[in-house]
Each structure stands twice: as C-alpha cells, then as structure tokens.
C-alpha cells in the first residue's frame, strides 16, 4: 500500500501535550512515523502549519442503524469523527431474532436492514460489506436484550429469561462488544429493578469492560440516579460511564456539581468512572418515552421542538407552542394528538431542559468525554448535535470561551476515549497506531449546524484520514470506505 506523508503540520499526539511541528507518515493503515522526518512517501500532503491530531471519537452515539442506511457516515466523518461507540442507551442492533419486528422496540431511533443478522459478528459483517466511511465500536443493549426475550413485559424476568438475557450479553462481550448500556428511563429498562442490571452488568465486570448507563432520572432524582449507577457497576464490578451527564428542567439547574461531586468520591475511593456530554442545551429523543399520555406535562411541552416526524411532516423543525398556536389547539392536546397519530410514536423530538451553565461544568471535569448523541434521522430536522459537536467543542468551547486548552480538549476527544472504550492502537498520534487522523485549524473551526438548519457541515476540517487512507478532503467526502469495526482491546 502506498505510503503517505502528511508534512509540516502541528501535531497534537492526544495525550494532552503541547504540539510539536514536524510530519507525520503512514502506511498500511498505521503511523509509521512522527516528527521531523527525511521520511519519503509515495504521496505526499502540505499540512501548511494546520493542527494534526488523532480522528475524534464519538463516544455517545446511536449509529448502529446508520452504518447499514448511510455507510458514508458523511455527518459524523466531516465533524473530524473517525471512530464512535453505538449501542448506546440500552439500544443496540444486536442481538436481533432476525425478523423485522426487532427494531420497533427503539422506535425507529435504529432502523436498519432486519433480518440480515442475528449478533454482533453478523452485524459486523453486514456493515463491512457495505463499506462504511469510520469506524464502528459496539455496546450491547439492556433494552434490546429485554425486549428480545421479554417483550414489553412490565416484571422482573423469570430465573430463565434473566439466565437468556446473560448469555444474549456474554454472547456480545465475547464477539468483542465493549460494554452493557442501560437506558433506565425508557421502555422495557424502566421496568426493570437495580438487581436485574447489576446481574447483567456482571457480564461485562467478569471481561472487565463497561457499564454505560442513560441513568433512571437526570432530573428531580438525578442524584438518587447516579447512586443507582454506582451501586450496579459496584455489584457487576465494572466501570461506570454515565452517559450525556445532564441536570434536565430549571428546577434542577446548578445540581450537576453535586452530581460531579458523587463521581469525584467514587474516583477518590479508587472507582473506575467516567462520563461523556454533549456541547448543547436541549436533548432530543423518541417523543413518547418522555410523556405520560394520560396527564402531558405542559411544563415540557413548552420546551419541545418536533426534530421529525412522520404523521406530520409539516412540524418538523418547528416548537410545538407555536404549532398549537397556529392549530388553535391547547399544547397538551397537541402532544396528544401528535404521539396517538398512525406512526406518532415515531417522533423525535428536541427538548430545551438544559442549562448553559451546567454544560461548562460538565465539560471542566477531568475524565469527561464528548459524545453527540445525535440520532441519525436525516428525514426531518435532527438535531444540530449530529452535524455540529465536535467542531463546537474546538470553535466555541476552546477559542471563544477558553474554557480549556485546546491539546486538552483533544486528550478528552481522542486518547481518553479510546482507552476507555479499549480501541486498542487508537486514540494517539503515535508510531505503530493506526493512522486515524485529522487535520483542522484551531483558528477557524466551527460548527455550523442550527436548529433551523441542522444538516450544514462545519468549517475548519481540512483532511480526514481513516485507517491510512484520505476520507474526506477540503469538504469532499472521498468514498474511501475504510472504516473498521472494533473488538474491545483487540488490535485488529
Ligand atoms: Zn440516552
Ligand atoms: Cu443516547
């Protein structure tokens, strides 16, 4: 395979050091070389003093059905995203029975190709053949598992389903799956008590790998939450990731420190935990998992804007207060009657429940990571964080607001998540690693995604390179298809 040198640039190795000018050179996937080089290559590229560092990785995402709709990954890949983790919030494409039903249980939220796989070598296979532009680690679900051998069944599962739910998670360790994800506020999870996750979350401590939750509450009980989540990683020995850390409703703004504050005991008591957030102040997500249809909370409805929508294309992209202005309806019977409409429960919304303050706070600690969790819907109007976080991070988060350095904020988008999610050879600018890389300028970089426009690329990234090869090039993707699908801690 020909080799490349990348001349010139300043290089960022991840770790959260200084950068140092020199080139970088690769071949056959892998870093070859860094700094000051008489290296020769085949082909060669003039970084004109651009920043290089390792391909970010998006640790929160919900992918798993985009890789097999949109193998391009051109929303997540222009953002600089070479690598993210799917499977997150207790929904995972795998395990699946092989019938089309599988996938109703996420509301859409992972619609792929049913019945082409059944597990994660599966899955893999089927995504591999198609080509995908990044690359690709997988949780497996506590959702997905529970409705695959439960159903929606409001109980605690007999000895024998709880003893088929295991092995559906040991199945996915082995097959190399990082983690078990919980989604505790959805449906089936929310049914579940601490005990059941914590059996299940065993699976995942016996191969030492995660436990990612999307906690019971991230709200009024955040922190009776994050005590959940620290007594099941605690029981199944695993480490914790609390995922998109958040203090959702005014009520409950300024609580994450002590949310932080409960992380940092842990961590002082010798505690393996870790979290991710994403840079905005509204979350999004299936419409009816956040409204009891018998008595809607107005308070809510207020805030919510419909991202997509499939029994009224006509509201996306617009706040549901101002759709029941127009309607000349009362806002709690509109969220009715959008959620009870043919394919209602298939709306995504975007919910405006978070301070901006909390998110500075959040992304000031230390073994915070950035994660976008952004639910690849391109039919209506996602939102902007699919498009949008990572070049936010550098753009406004680091230049505009000197929140953090920027080799910092980097260590926090490259070497810390891939340590932590055991991408083994990732996550660093390093020789012998696989040469994930991005080129930008710290002066420039900035996301360009809004709620109205949510689809724009950011500006700044000047050159993606996944595995070796060039992805994506002064704005033009390149169709290399050379993303990889991970194995937890294996090298490939
Ligand atoms: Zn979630
Ligand atoms: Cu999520």
């Known amino acids: 395979m020909a080799s490349i040198a990348i001349r010139g640039a300043s290089i960022l190795d991840g770790l959260g050091n200084s950068p140092v000018d020199g080139d970088v050179v690769v071949e056959d996937g892998r870093i070859v070389s860094v700094g000051p080089s008489g290296v020769a290559a085949d082909q060669e590229i003039d970084a004109a003093g651009a920043t290089l560092s390792p391909g970010f990785i998006d640790t929160h995402s919900h992918d798993d059905g985009a890789f097999l709709r949109y193998p391009d990954m051109t929303f997540k890949l222009a953002q600089g995203v070479t690598t993210v983790v799917a499977g997150n919030c207790g929904f995972s494409a795998i395990p699946a029975s092989g019938g089309s039903e599988d996938m109703d249980a996420s509301g859409g939220i992972l619609a792929g190709a049913a019945g082409e796989f059944t597990d994660l070598d599966g899955y893999f296979a ?14 497996v679900g506590h959702n997905t598992v529970r409705s695959l051998t439960m159903g929606l069944e409001r109980r605690a599962p007999s000895p024998s389903e709880l003893s088929t739910m ?4 040991a199945r996915a360790l082995d097959q190399g799956a990082c983690g078990f994800s919980s989604g505790l506020i959805y449906r089936p999870g929310r049914w579940s008590e601490t005990d059941e996750v914590a059996a299940l979350t065993e699976e995942a401590g016996k191969r030492d790998a995660l436990y990612t939750t999307h906690m019971r509450n991230e709200g009024d009980l955040l922190l009776e939450a994050v005590d959940e989540a620290l007594a099941i990683a605690a029981a199944g020995n695993a480490h914790l990731h609390i995922s998109h850390h958040k203090s959702a409703g005014p009520a409950n703004w ?7 504050a409960k992380v940092d005991a842990a961590l002082a008591a010798g505690r393996r935990v870790t979290l991710d957030v994403y840079p905005y102040t509204a979350g999004s997500g299936r419409m009816i998992e956040y409204f009891n249809l018998d008595a809607p909370s107005r308070e809510l409805a207020e805030v919510i804007r419909i991202a997509s929508c499939p029994a009224f294309r006509q509201y996306e992209g617009r706040m549901l207060k101002d759709i029941a202005a127009d309607e000349g309806v009362d806002i709690v019977e509109m969220v009715k009657r959008v959620l009870t409409a043919p394919k209602g429960d298939r709306t995504i919304c975007i919910q405006f429940i978070i301070d901006e303050a909390d998110v500075e706070t959040n992304l000031l600690h230390a073994d915070m990571m950035v994660g976008s969790d952004g639910i690849p819907d391109l039919k209506g109007k996602p939102h902007p964080r699919l498009f949008g976080t990572f070049p936010k991070i550098l753009g406004h988060y680091v230049r505009e607001r000197g929140l953090m350095s920027l080799p910092e904020a980097v260590r926090r988008m490259t070497s810390l998540s891939a340590a932590t999610f055991g991408m083994a050879s990732r996550g660093q600018v390093r020789e012998g690693y696989w040469a994930d890389l991005v080129l930008f300028d710290p002066a420039t970089v900035v996301d360009r995604a809004t709620y109205d426009d949510p689809k724009r690329q950011p500006d700044g990234i000047d050159l993606v390179m996944v595995n070796g090869t060039v992805a994506f090039k002064q704005g033009e993707h390149q169709h290399a298809g050379s993303g990889a699908m991970l194995r937890y801690r294996q090298s490939g």
């Open 126 to 139: 089927a995504v591999e053949a198609r080509r995908p532009a990044i690359n690709n680690m997988m949780l």
């Open 166 to 169: 295991r092995d559906h998670v």
């Open 254 to 260: 300024g609580r994450i420190s002590e949310s932080l």
